[in-house]
């Protein structure tokens, strides 16, 4: 056998011995990923097609739920209040974050570490905690918000109360943690060449000029991942609303339809009335809305995310 014949048996048993190396690394996430996401969608498709209430075998009903879907007047009104929500909220978090962000860049190396930390901190806040302080915040009447819009001269709305407000409330509520954000814009900011501002100040660009031509397109990758990432989360909001206005203590106080987002009502149908078969079938609408938002983000992003490569 020739050295060279050797030496290619040899490598191409270490190149083996790495993808079984990269296999049992891997494992842990795969194993995990078919115990806790596979088999349980698979089951809850299963479950969709049958009249299930954890108490009894699942009795095969065909497609009645996916059509009490389209007759369910709450289900038309959490999902439009979950839209709703999206809208508003995702724009203000970018926004937000963006300022934030730009912010931090103009700080000086000890500040931004500080300011970094001080962001970042609401975010690990438990949601549940966010949601009652929610209630005392944005109260109508004691609440420490409406008290300074009155310093202004401005009577505050009734946010807990008044339907048009609800969500508004929710959204100003939701930018209270936006540390995550902030961190991957500042990352983003960071990394933007600063001789594209100098070549564009001396070709007399504005500051707004700068910013639209040299700062959107190159931190266009983070801005798309974060329209991903934020509108996924905003069709699955949950805790927030749930604790303020469908909660034990609050739910007779406060309980608005405003606020009946749609993974609240699937929660209810799934575990207060136990129609679970109905539950996974509202669970695979979503599941449709996400992916159907999440491709036509996908399909426009080729008109405004830039590449360095000048791939689009």
């Known amino acids: 056998m020739s050295g060279r014949t050797r030496l290619r048996r040899w490598g191409a048993g270490f190149r083996r011995r790495e993808t079984w190396a990269a296999y049992a690394f891997l494992s842990p996430w795969m ?8 088999v349980p969608m698979v089951a809850s498709l299963v479950l969709s097609f049958t009249d299930y209430d954890a108490l009894r ?26 839209l709703v929500y999206t809208v508003l909220s995702v724009p203000a978090t970018m926004a937000v974050s963006l300022a934030l962000a730009s912010l931090l860049t103009r700080a000086g190396h000890r500040s931004a570490g500080f300011l970094r930390t001080v962001f970042y901190l609401p975010e690990i806040t438990p949601k549940v905690a966010v949601g009652v302080l929610f209630l005392i915040l ?14 202004v001269g401005i009577d505050g709305p009734q946010w807990s109360t008044d339907g048009a407000w609800v969500k508004p409330g929710l959204v ?7 540390g995550s954000t902030v961190v991957i814009y500042l990352a983003a900011l960071r990394g933007v060449p600063r001789e594209l501002y100098e ?6 660009a504005s500051a707004w000029q700068r910013f639209r031509r040299v700062t959107v397109p190159m931190i266009s990758g983070a801005l798309f991942f ?3 990432v934020q ?6 909001s949950f805790d927030e609303a749930y604790t303020a206005f469908y909660g034990s203590a609050a739910s007779a106080i406060y309980s608005n339809d405003a606020a009946l987002f749609y993974l609240i009502y699937l929660f209810q149908q799934a575990f207060e009335f136990l129609h679970l078969g109905y539950a996974s079938a509202m669970a695979w609408l979503l599941f449709a809305v996400i992916l159907a938002i999440t491709l036509v983000q996908v399909r426009l992003s080729r008109r405004f995310v830039y590449y360095e490569s000048g791939d689009r």
Not at 138 to 148: E, T
Not at 172 to 178: A, R
């Open 31 to 38: 194993l995990g990923f078919v115990i806790f996401m596979a």
């Open 57 to 82: 075998s699942p009795n095969a009903v065909g497609w009645a739920n996916y059509q009490r879907l389209f007759e369910d007047p709450a289900v038309r009104k959490s999902l439009v209040n979950t």
């Open 138 to 151: 944005f109260n109508g009447q004691v609440g420490l918000v409406n008290a300074v819009l009155g310093l």
């Open 172 to 178: 100003l509520m939701h930018l209270w943690s936006v």
């Open 199 to 204: 070549a564009a100040e001396l070709d007399g």
């Open 226 to 228: 974060t329209l991903i």
């Open 231 to 236: 509108t996924i989360a905003a069709l699955q």
